[in-house]
């Protein structure tokens, strides 16, 4: 209808946005999160997997649409399911924005995996928790090597302590 001729219309406004760019901006978002070197995964304010990346779902050995809906604490090795327990209530009563620790998972063949795991709250507007966002590194190779070394290390020093002989490093 062309109401340009109505003599009680006095301006029409017309807004345009270009939205290419917020498509494009999401589209890199989305790229970076799906091709992300670490394991990532957004988790619900009730601690539920939502999103997931191909890295996380290759470390863990699950299909994405096994890992969603499961918390971190169903996958968490049994002795270590209380490890982040504190740091997570620290994190959503507002002391901590973030924290980062060591703990093994169990993958989806039973297999453990050590990860280096990085959590972030985003908060709503009101300052309530929105969801989590959680950055998971496989670090099994690094906690495996750091386990030789304190071995061979041992071995070293009960070698200079029980010997009879004089050693001179």
């Known amino acids: 209808v062309n109401r340009l001729a109505d003599p009680d219309v006095a301006a029409i406004v017309c807004n345009f946005r270009d939205l290419t760019s917020e498509a494009d901006l999401e589209a890199r978002f989305r790229a970076t999160f799906e091709h992300a070197a670490v394991g990532l995964a957004q988790l619900n304010a009730e601690g539920r997997i939502v999103l997931a990346n191909e890295r996380l779902c290759a470390i863990l050995g699950y299909a994405r649409a096994e890992l969603l809906g499961l918390s971190f604490r169903d996958i968490s090795h049994p002795e270590d399911r209380e490890v982040s327990a504190g740091q997570r209530a620290r994190m959503y009563a507002g002391e901590i924005r973030q924290f980062t620790l060591r703990k093994r998972y169990l993958r989806k063949d039973g297999a453990t995996v050590w990860m280096q795991v990085t959590a972030a709250l985003v908060r709503s507007a009101g300052g ?42």
Request: net charge negative; proline share 2%; charged share 35%.
């Open 128 to 169: 309530g928790p929105r969801y989590e966002i959680t950055a998971f590194e496989d670090v099994s190779e690094a906690v495996r090597i750091e386990a030789e070394l304190r071995q061979s290390e041992g071995r070293f020093r009960a070698l200079i302590e029980n010997s009879a002989d004089g050693i001179v490093l």
